[in-house]
């Protein structure tokens, strides 16, 4: 295998950090339960657009949503502006998304369960369904992807190389899904020709 550090990749508009192509990971949620959604010191990223589609939601959920979280939201809504300046969704307790419920000891996103269940016709925050991938967004219209290392997930570090799938690969939905069948094919490619040259 070539030695050499990968510079930052890009594939049309968007900067990829290289350990996204060289990093294994795989959620092992019988292990981590779930932990993402209640550990942390700050919501998940949305848009503006997404706070609309939580607000469209947010009726079909509201009963289910615990009354520290609903108190949360009557406070300041679903989402607020965190110490860099980003939209994030509402947390509880410094820590707990509003839209997180326990189940068999384990935390499921309303959001989610709602749109599975087929009461609602939108999912979740795109970043969530990225995570680990953080997504910077820059002035210029270009977007920076990078991979996000936290100690909770360290049970998906351990099956991601047990499984030896790349985090590009288990996110394939996800990025398809923010960027596009064409783009992932581009980000297909670009894996191909770094693994024929030795650096995958």
Same mark, same amino acid.
Not at 66 to 80: E, F, H, K, L, T
Not at 180 to 188: C, R
């Given at each position: 295998m070539?030695n050499?550090?990968l ?15 060289t ?13 993402c ?10 848009t ?6 939580i ?10 949503i ?15 502006v965190d110490?860099?300046g ?10 707990? +998304?509003?839209?997180?419920?326990? #189940? ?6 309303? =959001?989610? $369960?709602?749109y /599975? %269940? ?10 969530c ?22 100690e909770? +997930?360290?049970?998906?570090?351990? #099956?991601?190389k047990?499984?030896?799938l790349? =985090?590009? $690969?288990?996110? /394939? %939905?996800?990025?398809i899904?923010r960027f ?9 490619q670009?894996?191909?020709e ?7």
């Open positions: 070539n050499q550090i510079p930052i990749l890009q594939v049309d508009n968007v900067l990829l950090s290289p350990d996204i192509l990093e294994r990971f795989c959620c092992d949620y019988e292990k981590c339960k779930g932990i959604c209640i550990e942390g010191t700050d919501g998940a990223p949305v503006l657009e997404e706070i609309g589609k607000e469209e939601s947010i009726d079909e959920v509201w009963n289910e615990s009354a520290s979280a609903q108190a949360v939201i009557d406070r300041q809504g679903v989402s607020y110490r860099e980003d939209l994030v969704t509402s947390i509880v307790n410094g820590k707990d +998304c509003v839209f997180t419920c326990q #189940k068999e000891g384990k935390c499921l996103c309303l =959001l989610e $369960k709602a /599975r %269940e087929g009461r609602t016709t939108w999912k979740k925050p795109i970043s369904s990225l995570y680990p991938i953080r997504e910077k967004r820059f002035a210029n219209g270009t977007v920076g992807l990078n991979y996000h290392r936290w909770v +997930c360290r049970d998906a570090v351990v #099956k991601g047990a499984e030896d790349p =985090l590009y $690969k288990f996110l /394939r %939905e996800p990025l899904e596009g069948e064409e783009w992932y094919a581009q980000l297909e670009l894996a191909a770094l693994t024929k040259n030795g650096y995958l």
